[in-house]
Antibody, heavy 122, light 107 residues
Framework: QVQLQESGPGLVKPSQTLSLTCTVS??????????WSWIRQHPGKGLEWIGY???????YYNPSLKSRVTISVDTSKNQFSLKLSSVTAADTAVYYC??????????????WGQGTMVTVSS | EIVMTQSPATLSVSPGERATLSCRAS??????LAWYQQKPGQAPRLLIY???TRATGIPARFSGSGSGTEFTLTISSLQSEDFAVYYC?????????FGQGTKLEIK
């Protein structure tokens, strides 16, 4: 069965770039049909979708974060990654990677990583 | 951006009883709506997509209904493992948004 696992630094300094990687096991990103997303959850708050990438490399980002976000894919390693630049304390959150599948007009998310807490602090 | 509003914020129900959670969209999302369950320290778990289709492995006591702007998640007979936070998510356009959540607690 497909599993996702996030990895990356748990502490990032303000103004620096947050970098996370999601490793997919039990299935291949290259097989297509799924949209590989990043979603975050601020402490004690709701969920915010950041963006997705398709295996071909096409991406779509939340306009509220678009100027700071880059999502990339490495099919040879079966991984996709998130970079969020110029971070502030407001970017402190649990970051999830998730698999999106097409349902009607867009994507629901059927498989999630366990999440990784990222704190922005000097 | 489509705003999703869930009510109530907290719902207290006794085990074995029925729970009804609501989700309203600021504009029509057709049937492009999903429900998730989240327990403390865990990732969300997909329950329902397409407003009413149960995800793989989800018990039949969970059901979803609605279309357009009004949606409901019903849990027919609450089990102890059902007490958690529930989120709705719209995916009608390409900016996916979630509700703020309903906490289902034991009465």
């Amino acid at each position: 069965q497909v599993q996702l696992q996030e990895s990356g630094p748990g502490l990032v300094k303000p103004s620096q770039t947050l970098s996370l990687t999601c490793t997919v096991s039990g299935g291949s990103i290259s097989s297509g049909g799924y949209y590989w997303s990043w979603i975050r959850q601020h402490p004690g708050k709701g969920l915010e979708w950041i963006g997705y990438i398709y295996y071909s490399g096409s991406t779509y980002y939340n306009p509220s974060l678009k100027s700071r976000v880059t999502i990339s894919v490495d099919t040879s390693k079966n991984q996709f990654s998130l970079k969020l630049s110029s971070v502030t304390a407001a970017d402190t959150a649990v970051y999830y990677c998730a698999r999106g599948f097409r349902s009607g007009g867009g994507n629901a998310f059927d498989i999630w990583g366990q999440g990784t807490m990222v704190t922005v602090s000097s | 951006e489509i705003v999703m509003t869930q009510s109530p914020a907290t719902l207290s129900v006794s085990p074995g009883e029925r729970a009804t959670l609501s989700c309203r969209a600021s504009q029509s999302v057709s049937s492009n709506l999903a429900w998730y369950q989240q327990k403390p320290g865990q990732a969300p778990r997909l329950l329902i997509y397409g407003a009413s289709t149960r995800a793989t492995g989800i018990p039949a006591r969970f059901s979803g209904s609605g279309s357009g702007t009004e949606f409901t998640l019903t849990i027919s007979s609450l089990q102890s493992e059902d007490f958690a936070v529930y989120y709705c998510q719209q995916y009608n356009n390409w900016v996916y948004t979630f509700g703020q959540g309903t906490k289902l607690e034991i009465k």
